[in-house]
């Protein structure tokens, strides 16, 4: 995948100027810009000059790191803007394996209480005692009760939608 050879490249600079947490910042900085979508119609729209996309990052990115900054010209000049998201993805996924981290995705049909997260979070944790464990909880009304664990492409599914499925399959 392209995507992760970029995420390599950009991780071993933010590596060598000791910069890997500013970078995983800067992704996410430009994520919420990305989600705007006049910004991604001019980024990735071969009418408009590579000079005057990097303009327009240099304005809206003003202040940000320079090294990030001409990674994202890399970008530009190679048409690979559109992969913007999937490089961050691939390098957050960089970060978190080299430093033992875990990212665990939590679906639920609503919020769950401090209680519940702590819980899940301690039973997760030996499970997993070996890894600093990275939670993310999101809010799924449609699965509509119990949770589902995702991580690393393996998903538990305890929800109610889950076993409503298996319990029709078996009729």
Known sequence: MV????????????LEENKVDLFWDLFIAVDKTNDDPDYKKIMVSPMVAKERKKEMIRTIYHGFDETFLNFMYVLVDHNRVNDFDAIGHEYRKLVRADNNILFID????????????????????????????????????????????????????????ASLGRIKEDL
Do not use: C, R, W
């Open 106 to 161: 939590v679906l639920s049909a609503e919020e769950l209480t401090a209680a519940q997260k702590e819980k899940l979070t301690a039973s997760l944790q030996q499970h997993y005692n070996n890894k600093k464990l990275d939670f993310k909880f999101i809010v799924k009304p449609d699965l509509i009760g119990g949770v589902q664990i995702v991580s690393n492409g393996v998903s538990i599914d305890m929800s109610l939608k």
């Open 3 to 14: 995507e992760s050879e970029y995420a390599k490249a950009v991780y071993e600079l933010a």
